[in-house]
Nanobody, 126 residues
Framework: QVQLVESGGGWVQAGGSLRLSCLAS????????MGWFRQAPGKEREFVAA????????TYADFVKGRFTISRDNAKNTVYLQMNSLKPEDTAVYYC???????????????????WGQGTQVTVSS
């Protein structure tokens, strides 16, 4: 069983930065595609970014391109999401997830991911 624990959320003013971390534990937690999703109140969970097991491939949602960067340190079983130039519309609970069926192919849909963390709140004020 894989457990994912997010941290690093908080409150920030528009234009500010935060770095989220996701620590994975359990069997071969570092061998799969990892992703970040977010869910704002009253909205569906949406894809933000994902990274292949080696870190060699990344995919981003259009609304974060150029502002967010996903990375991973497999030695630490940790995936990061560096968020810069934050906007009020980035306010949401951010979740990390693992796709246990993929190492290279990156999925962008919620149903493609098998394990989820509890989420960390990010609030951006204007």
């Amino acid at each position: 069983q894989v457990q994912l624990v997010e941290s690093g959320g908080g409150w920030v003013q528009a234009g500010g930065s935060l770095r989220l971390s996701c620590l994975a534990s359990g069997r071969t937690a570092s061998n799969y595609v990892m992703g970040w999703f977010r869910q704002a109140p009253g909205k569906e969970r949406e894809f933000v970014a994902a990274i292949s097991w080696s870190g060699g491939r990344t995919t981003y949602a259009d609304f974060v391109k150029g502002r967010f960067t996903i990375s991973r340190d497999n030695a630490k079983n940790t995936v990061y999401l560096q968020m810069n130039s934050l906007k009020p519309e980035d306010t949401a609970v951010y979740y990390c997830a693992e796709d246990r069926d993929a190492q290279v192919r990156i999925g962008v849909r919620v149903y493609e991911y098998d394990y989820w963390g509890q989420g960390t709140q990010v609030t951006v004020s204007s």
